[in-house]
């Protein structure tokens, strides 16, 4: 009987030892992306949209272990900390016109730095060319029941957690014609776009190659790939993520995406740092890492980092009027161009209504048509769900909608949706995904309200 149990006894210790070491190598290490997540998002929620550390860690943070964080909020020094049962604490830190950033040990708070100029002139018109109260306005070919219904079945009730929508707003004929917000929110609220910063960033391409100072189809300006087969992919081929660069994109791993985001001081070079593992211009890769490479390219078009700063905003976002939008960047200064951009949903409203009018701003052109067309024309590999970082209805994602629909996507179900057949501009904020939360009823009985 002492034998036996001596034998059970000896199985348990070996199985725990196990289970220990299993958790050393391949659990322990993820405690670090939970609490850079929930550091990074109170210390954006807070300092950004005044959200309480409660508010943040109920609604941004109710994600499944990110649960598990402790978190901290400092006023005075603008910082969040968080940590998982007091391991792996990481700290994010607030600096005015920058946006909040993880920052490791070596950092130095109390260094100066600079932040980006803007200029705001007052905008007095009517939103959305202007800053002004919309205009009321009614269309006889519009549906307004089957429209409200659309827009509040995308509302939870009181005491429901399903749809989990923070705001809808429609855009039809350069018009506001619904808007809606869950309670807590409201039409100042500043929401992050997740990968819908994506499209912002591509959209500097379309501005730059306008101006003349640079060529989509000319191969990207990368050091590293000049002696190697790395040297044929083009500015085009990473707008159309199909470079054939090696990515990971997996969030509830250690991948090449977390480890760039929680991890890297400079995440514009983290993709120019990955081998060819597909082919140029056929391999469709979905690359947060390649947002970032082209944010930095963008950097290299200016002689100082305060142009590349100012450039952001005057060249876009502050041109059309996006005064909430703030972009931020990492411990490097270069603007997080994957991921890392707040705007309000009116805000968010205008960069639609910007490509639904191809470029041209109330007579203010941005970008040639020539761009417009290319951000819709389907990446090869992609079976015709994305362009140039657009995603695209024209694979049938969305049977219930157009197929001319093209949209900005980010995580947790952030939404611009552009429909140039129905003259329309759909924003929906929020947080729950496809699957969870149905798009395509949302966008096919918005279209089918218009007649």
Known sequence: MKKWLKRIGLTIVVLLLVLIGYVAVFEFPKLELISGFSAKSLASGHFIDNRSVEQVAAEDNDIDLVRLANLTLNESSKTAVADVFGFKRRTALYRPGLGAMLIDDTFDQKAPYLAPKRVQPELTAPYPYGNGEAEPV??????????????????DKPGEKQQRSRAVLVLYKDKLIAEKYAP?????????????????????????EKQGKLKISDPAPVAAWKQDERKAITLADLLHMNSGLEWEENYSEISDATRMLFQSRDMTRVQAEKPLTGKINSSFNYSSGTSNLLSGIIRQQFNSHQEYLDYWYSALIDRIGMYSMLVETDMSGNYVGSSYGWATARDWAKFGLLYLRKGNWNGDRLFDESWYNFVRTPTNGSNGKYGGHFWLNAGGRYPAAPSDLFSCNGYQGQMVTIIPSKDLVIVRMGLTEEGVFDFNYLFGEISKAIK
């Open 184 to 208: 807590g929110f409201d039409k100042n609220s500043k929401i992050l776009g997740w990968s819908m910063t994506k499209s912002i960033t591509a959209t500097y391409y379309g501005i730059l």
């Open 138 to 155: 009614k269309f006889e070919n519009i549906d307004y029941e089957r429209l409200q219904k659309a827009v509040d079945w995308a509302f």
